[in-house]
């Protein structure tokens, strides 16, 4: 069970540091001084960026923010000077999140989580008699069972279509065992998949003591992968990085194949596709019946397994990546996504967005990816 979206620490830590600094700009500019110390002690990417773009360009970032920090008039002013500063170490899983739009929603962006809302839930339209499509909106945690039960209820009417449409695109993320019921449906034979390392630090073994409560209360799962994980994180050096498993980083995990696999799986993906949702691409794409097409992911996963830290002035909170993927250095996903198989450019808008399932069901069936018009 991986969880990669985020979720809320207690706030108990809030009342040391509770006295509100006098201005909007005071309390901005003390939030943004605890980050750069903060980042590079706990966040699983920030030592690597620094030894990347140098300590000069860090230096430079800081006081840019600073003039704006200090210029803030209100905390929505404030939340963006503090995003940009983040964007400066990480585009994804690395954002500020302000208390009172606090949730347990990740986005695949640095945009401010929201509640998940039933317009992700999945769904299946059956196209042709030969092609289906199975559209996932988020691998958010709620969703695992509406994915089973869907895949379960219309078991029937998948086996006869030989082609499928797995539509991916502007997939919010969430946690890897929600698409568990999807896999043996169009895995073949055995997966290969690269774990993650933790670092070690009081503020990251502090997150995952929590996160079961406030994510999963009562789930038995998530509490014995996080008490696992515990256990490895204290068995090291604080600041030293832990392999997830004690087995290694490498799993080989033979497939359990659903009977009436579809022949051929297209799997559309684009720019918002992050997280999690770029684990599953990572994982289906390791079928023979598997082809991406689209655009880049969205570059969002080599640090992940967000906590959230209050920040000193008590009005918000950094969530920052407390793992980082075995797969570094040699297959980094955050440098500009996961490429696909198969390229399409942006559609310009809804109807282009539409038109791209209606090519690729055309090209399942024999014809063309051809753009409608030019394909008559």
């Known amino acids: 069970m991986r969880l990669r979206f985020l979720a809320a620490t207690a706030l108990a830590t809030l009342a040391a540091s509770h006295a509100l600094a006098a201005t909007p700009g005071e309390a901005c500019l003390q939030d943004l001084r605890a980050l750069p110390g903060f980042l590079l002690e706990n966040d699983t990417g920030a030592r690597q960026h620094l030894a990347q773009k140098g300590q000069a360009y860090f230096d430079q970032a800081l006081a840019s923010a600073s003039e704006a920090a200090a210029n803030a008039n209100d905390e929505a002013a404030c939340n963006i000077a503090l995003s940009a500063y983040l964007g400066k170490w990480r585009k994804g899983h690395l954002q500020i999140v302000p208390n009172q739009g606090l949730s347990l929603d990740k986005t695949s962006s640095n945009a401010t989580p929201a509640i998940a809302t039933p317009d992700r839930a999945p769904s299946l339209q059956l196209l042709s008699s030969h092609t289906a499509l199975l559209t996932l909106p988020s691998f958010f945690p709620q969703y695992a069972k509406a994915i089973a039960d869907l895949l379960a209820s219309k078991h029937s009417e998948l086996t006869h279509r030989r082609n499928w449409i797995i539509d991916v695109r502007r997939n919010n993320g969430g946690d890897d065992s929600t698409y568990a019921s999807l896999l043996p449906w169009i895995a073949s034979g055995e997966s290969v998949n690269m774990g ?86 990572l994982s289906v794409r390791q079928s023979f019946r598997v082809k991406l097409i689209g655009r880049n992911s969205n570059g969002a996963l080599d640090y992940s397994n967000l906590r959230m830290q209050a ?65 008559k």
């Open 196 to 281: 993650v390392e933790w670092l070690s630090t009081p503020a990251n073994i502090a997150g995952q003591e929590t996160i079961c409560a406030l994510y999963a209360p009562g789930n038995a799962s998530c509490m014995k992968h996080m008490a696992q994980a515990v256990t490895r994180m204290r068995s090291v050096q604080p600041g030293q990085f832990v392999a997830q498993s004690a087995d290694g980083p490498m799993a080989y995990a033979p497939f359990s194949s659903q009977q009436g696999q579809p022949a051929r799986v297209a799997v559309l993906v684009d720019r918002d596709c992050g997280s999690s949702c770029e684990q599953f691409l």
């Open 311 to 375: 920040l000193p002035s008590g009005l918000r909170q950094i969530a920052y990546a407390t793992s980082r993927s075995a797969r570094l250095p040699h297959l980094q996903v955050d440098l500009d996504g996961i490429q696909p198989d198969i390229y399409l450019p942006p559609p310009k808008d809804e109807a282009g967005r539409a038109e791209e399932v209606l090519r690729v069901q055309r090209w399942l069936e024999g014809g063309s990816l051809r753009p409608v018009d030019e394909a």
